[in-house]
C-alpha cells in the first residue's frame, strides 16, 4: 500500500518557522516529481511548491517564493517543505502529493496530474 504520510505541522507565530516532512512508504518516489499544496477550508487546494525527480529544479507560488524551500532526500524517500516568515494567510492544511510519471518535468504543477497524496498536516500562523 503506498502512503505518504505529512508531519511538522503546528501553531506558530507570524514571523516564526516550521518545517514539513513527507515520508513516503510501499514504492520509492525518487523517479517522480513531488509536490506541496494546501487548502484553506472554503477555497480550493493551491500549489505551493514543486520539485522534480533529482531534486535539481523547484518551483514555487508567487504567494511563498523567498520564503518557502522545497528538497528532498531521494535515499530517504521523504520530501520536505521549510517555511520561513510565516505569515497569517499561510494558515491552510498542507498537503505532499506524488505525479506517478517517472522522469516526468514541467514548470507546472497541476493537482490532477498527482494521484498519490497523503492525509494533510495542519499549518496556523497566529498573528
Known amino acids: 500500500q503506498v502512503r505518504l504520510v505529512e508531519s511538522g505541522g503546528g501553531l506558530v507565530q507570524a514571523g516564526g518557522s516550521l518545517r514539513l516532512s513527507c515520508a513516503a512508504s510501499?514504492?520509492?518516489?525518487?523517479?517522480?516529481?513531488m509536490a506541496w499544496f494546501r487548502q484553506v477550508p472554503g477555497k480550493e487546494r493551491e500549489f505551493a511548491a514543486g520539485i522534480n525527480w533529482s531534486g535539481t529544479s523547484t518551483y514555487y507560488a508567487n504567494s511563498v517564493k523567498g520564503r518557502f524551500t522545497i528538497s528532498r532526500d531521494n535515499p530517504k524517500n521523504t520530501v520536505y517543505l521549510q517555511m520561513n516568515s510565516l505569515k497569517p494567510e499561510d494558515t491552510a492544511v498542507y498537503y505532499c502529493?506524488?505525479?506517478?510519471?517517472?522522469?516526468?518535468?514541467?514548470?507546472?504543477?497541476?493537482?490532477?496530474?498527482?494521484?498519490?497524496w497523503g492525509q494533510g498536516t495542519q499549518v496556523t500562523v497566529s498573528s
Open positions: 510501499g514504492r520509492t518516489f525518487n523517479q517522480n516529481r
Open positions: 502529493a506524488a505525479d506517478p510519471r517517472s522522469y516526468y518535468s514541467s514548470i507546472y504543477y497541476n493537482e490532477g496530474e498527482f494521484n498519490y
